[in-house]
């Protein structure tokens, strides 16, 4: 701890980010990083706990506390402060594959398990990470890692997310020869076409994907597994497969009007927006999605913020997003103590851009869309909602959305997107293996383990888990490397 008193010396200092209105003029990133020594200052924050609970990726109360990959947050950040900065980056890739996703898409979780909560700010710790892997990348740190040997093992990974890069990265680098299998037209899966390109420029995607084919990992886009290529096919050319699809299929709102024209699911917008951005270069932006628009955006989360942010840039009319659970406190409730993660009102980029633009938050709390309404042309004109309250189920005892009488309404609505969340994985590709699936059609493994049901199967990410976050995505793709090299060889040094 190079800093004792730091904490108590140096405040909490953000990434300088430009204003809503000037930075919905484009799709590029708007946060601009603290010069580095003003970052080492905020390295000199940590207080290097005894129980550093920032990077212990423990569940409490059903959410995740602190760092699921276990980074060695205090280390880092010491190493930050005194500016040792390749040792940062050496030690911080210990454990980390991607910090460059991590540290612009990820909601902080070591941030909020930080000990500074408890009177005061977080350490900075995510900024800390860019400042760290970016510095990597000037400098010229971050190189290819070639296997001096190959062990002659084939490995075949079924999707270029997180979880399905974190995993290639791991086997290729431990000799096996990888092969991933992507149906999109680029690498990148999630980080590529399900956030938009002003949360993560896809040019750093790009980036660390030229370095992995360096290192001899190999890219087969435009190649449907489970279509396009048989699974038998796959379990007779390569000794492993390893099932990285995400929890790809979405949530739908099954309603009458479902049918109308110009309902989206949110990530299919989302990607056709970034794919017309890529195809032009970024010279064309395609306006004619969202422009003069009535947006009704469904889903509160992540994915519906960035609808928000999207459709703003797009050049909507107007914005509404509709959130079926109660408006979160603004501040830590008692059964809601540190260092649980906190269940606050959070206000992003996208609802931040609504208000500067058309004066309100976008939000609409305890509602849901009961129908739609299609126009003569079979174009969505309209939606009506119903409000909605809670009531303890009589059966479960858990608490239940239901409407609430007299709180119906309809509002003007030509572009609806559903960010519903996902259900979990598509049906014909885990057909196609005949893997088992649970209630929640995501694929079962062993018991902490990523072996499926059918021999030389294994499967990571959100396919396995469910819907979740980069960070977890990335964790499970370094631990099912390590089973995977494990099934191969008898023993793993991963």
């Not at 990959?69 to 190493?79: A, F, M, Q, R």
């Not at 840039?313 to 997003?321: E, F, H, I, M, P």
């Not at 869309?369 to 309250?389: H, M, R």
């Not at 469910?466 to 023993?491: C, F, H, K, N, T």
């Amino acid at each position: 701890m190079g800093k004792p008193t730091g904490f108590l010396e140096y405040k909490r200092e953000n990434a300088k980010v430009l204003a809503p209105k000037v930075r919905i003029a484009d799709f590029h990133e708007f946060r601009f990083p603290l010069s580095l020594e003003k970052q080492r200052l905020q390295g000199a924050r940590c207080m290097a706990c005894g129980v550093p609970f920032c990077q212990s990726g423990a569940m409490i109360a059903g959410m995740t506390s602190g760092c699921p990959l276990h980074n060695l947050v205090p280390e880092i950040n010491d190493l930050v402060y005194t500016g040792n900065w390749k040792q940062a980056y050496l030690r911080l890739t210990k454990t980390h594959s991607f910090p460059e996703f991590t540290s612009r898409v990820c909601p902080a979780l070591c941030e909020a398990a930080c000990t500074c909560n408890l009177d005061g700010e977080p350490v900075a710790t995510k900024e800390n990470e860019r400042a760290i892997i970016e510095t990597a990348f000037a400098e010229g740190w971050v190189k290819p890692q070639k296997p001096k040997v190959r062990t002659g093992k084939t490995v075949a990974i079924v999707g270029s997310g997180p979880a399905g890069l974190a995993a290639a990265q791991e086997l290729n680098r431990r000799g096996h020869t990888v092969v991933v299998y992507e149906r999109s037209d680029r690498p990148g899966g999630l980080l590529r076409y399900g956030i938009p390109n002003m949360k993560l420029e896809k040019s750093v995607v790009d980036r660390r994907i030229r370095l992995m084919e360096e290192e001899g990992v190999i890219f087969k886009v435009k190649t449907d597994v489970g279509k396009d290529v048989k699974a038998e096919e796959l379990l007779k050319t390569y000794d492993r497969v390893l099932l990285t699809c995400g929890a790809s299929s979405p949530r739908d709102i099954r309603v009458p009007g479902r049918d109308a024209k110009g309902i989206w699911f949110a990530v299919d917008f989302l990607g056709t927006v970034t794919r017309a951005l890529l195809d032009s270069d970024f010279t064309k932006i395609p306006y004619e999605m969202a422009r003069d628009r009535h947006v009704l955006v469904i889903g509160g989360g992540d994915t519906g913020n960035d609808c928000v942010g999207t459709v703003i840039r797009l050049g909507a009319k107007s914005v509404t997003q509709l959130e079926m659970m109660p408006k979160p406190p603004a501040e830590r409730a008692a059964d809601n103590p540190w260092p649980q993660w906190p269940r606050v009102l959070k206000t992003d980029y996208g609802q931040e851009e609504a208000i500067a633009v058309f004066g309100k938050d976008p939000r609409v709390y305890q509602t849901t869309v009961t129908e739609f309404i299609a126009d003569k042309k079979g174009n969505i004109c309209k939606a009506k909602t119903v409000g909605l309250q809670s009531k303890r189920d009589e059966k479960t005892g858990r608490m239940i959305m239901i409407p609430a009488e007299g709180t119906e309404k309809v509002i003007t609505a030509d572009l609806v997107l559903i960010a519903a969340g996902f259900l979990g994985s598509q049906k014909y590709v885990t057909d196609a293996f005949q893997v088992a699936v649970n209630e929640r059609t995501n694929v079962e493994t062993a018991p902490d383990g990523y072996a499926t049901t059918v021999p030389r199967v294994f499967a990571a990410g959100d396919m396995r888990r469910g819907q979740s976050l980069v960070v977890w995505a990335i964790r499970e793709g370094r631990e099912a490397a390590r089973a995977v090299d494990e099934s191969l060889m008898g023993y793993t040094n991963l």
